[in-house]
């Protein structure tokens, strides 16, 4: 018997559901990226096999009393940074945001449950020579986006219900849009799926903070939190247009970042003005 495909239903989630989530991403998921963010140097003592990402960092930390405890998330709006930050050099980083539910035991994060993805935006200041990602990720309030509507789902398999999703960038500026991220399928991640789940778990495990890479124990800074029992990943920015590679944010403009299903016009959708 074959057994229909349920194509994923949209849900409502609210930023305040999301003040005691803890955030972190996906560094090197997607090919070129972080060249064309001109990023790649800060990886070269970071070994990976194969096309595995370079490693999790986190952007909010509920709790902390540091930076990464300032909440960053807003459905509507980016803040740029103040002039003390060094040069505004903002880029849009288009990403599916995913959330999934934590399994602990003990210390260490066993299982993540997936059950929503949408729009993320995981902005980024171009810092050369910042000595963790971390610091280019969090500046305060509203310096991430993520959207108020997300696709609802369990299964990320390559040939499940999120198979004909696609993400896509635009920036509006001047009374124009323009492309600013390549439209591209979900599944043209180099890792997704149980395949994804299962290497964040490895990492939450055992990646560690060391002075010579840009990453961090993640898994620390979740036992930290009190053991979280939600997270919001950013699995990952896709590659830019020419334009979004050569092109920062100016106030005025506007961010938007969309993931639709392409047999349905079903989509999640997150539209920022820069303020």
Not at 21 to 49: K, M, P
Not at 95 to 122: H, I, K, M, S, Y
Not at 235 to 244: D, F, K, N, S
């Amino acid at each position: 018997m074959v057994h229909p495909v349920l194509w994923p239903t949209v849900i409502d989630i609210a930023l305040s559901e999301m003040r005691n989530w803890f955030g972190f991403g996906v560094a090197g998921n997607f090919a070129g990226h972080l060249e064309q963010a001109g990023e790649a140097v800060d990886f070269v003592n970071v070994a990976t096999e194969g096309t595995a990402p370079k490693g999790i960092f986190p952007w909010y930390a509920p709790g902390s009393d540091t930076f990464l405890g300032e909440f960053p998330l807003s459905n509507d709006a980016i803040q740029l940074p103040g002039e003390s930050d060094g040069p505004l050099n903002l880029q849009i980083e288009p990403e599916v945001g995913l959330v999934c539910r934590v399994v602990w035991q003990g210390d260490t994060v066993v299982t993540l449950q997936p059950f929503a993805l949408g729009a993320f935006n995981d902005c980024s200041i171009r810092r050369p020579g910042a000595p963790k990602i971390s610091y280019k990720k969090n500046w305060g309030p509203a310096s991430k986006g993520v959207a108020p509507t997300f696709f609802e789902i369990s299964d990320l398999t390559p040939d499940g219900p999120t198979a004909t999703l696609r993400l896509v960038c635009f920036l509006r500026s001047g009374g124009k849009q323009h492309a600013y991220g390549v439209d591209s399928p979900l599944i043209g991640y180099s890792y997704y799926g149980e395949v994804l789940l299962d290497w964040i778990v490895e990492r939450l495990a055992n990646q560690k903070g060391s002075p010579d890479t840009p990453l961090e124990d993640v898994g620390a800074l979740m036992v930290a939190s009190g053991h979280p029992e939600h997270v919001l990943i950013g699995i990952g920015a896709t590659r830019y247009t020419p334009l979004g590679e050569s092109t920062f944010l100016t106030a005025g403009d506007q961010a938007v970042v969309r993931v639709y299903d392409t047999v349905s016009e079903e989509a999640s959708e997150l539209t920022q003005l820069v303020t």
